[in-house]
């Protein structure tokens, strides 16, 4: 079966960095578009990056362009979200989604509908 796992939650103080890690079994990893959302309480589960089969295409929302930071390792099965510059604002939990149409070169963001796969998310604490 899909299994979508992350990894790399914790506390950080704000300025800090931390980097959570997906993965993924059960699916044909390396043809599959890979991102992350994240929710905080009381809040909609928002995109905030993906990445293409092959790694060659990104996308990020603009609250975290030039902070955080997407790859992929196609033989590992793994997708990485390395977060730099933390901010109280980042606290949330961090999912890994899985894409099988949202695979290729990225224009606009995800919706959730656009991820058929989800993992159990990993809570990101930051304190100011």
């Known amino acids: 079966q899909v299994q979508l796992v992350e990894s790399g939650g914790g506390l950080v103080q704000a300025g800090g960095s931390l980097r959570l890690s997906c993965t993924a079994s059960?699916?044909?990893?390396?043809?599959?578009?890979m991102g992350w959302f994240r929710q905080a309480p009381g809040k909609e589960r928002e995109f905030l990056t993906a990445?293409?089969?092959?790694?060659?295409?990104?996308l990020y929302t603009d609250s975290v362009k030039g902070r955080f930071f997407i790859f992929r390792d196609n033989a590992k099965k793994t997708v990485d979200l390395q977060m730099n510059s933390l901010k109280p604002e980042d606290t949330a939990i961090y999912y890994c989604?899985?894409?099988?149409?949202?695979?290729?070169?990225?224009?606009?963001?995800?919706?959730?509908?656009?991820?058929?796969?989800w993992g159990r998310g990993t809570q990101v604490t930051v304190s100011s």
């Open positions: 989604a899985a894409s099988h149409t949202r695979t290729y070169y990225f224009t606009t963001a995800w919706s959730k509908d656009d991820a058929q796969d």
């Open positions: 990445i293409s089969t092959n790694g060659g295409s990104t």
């Open positions: 059960g699916f044909t990893f390396s043809t599959t578009g």
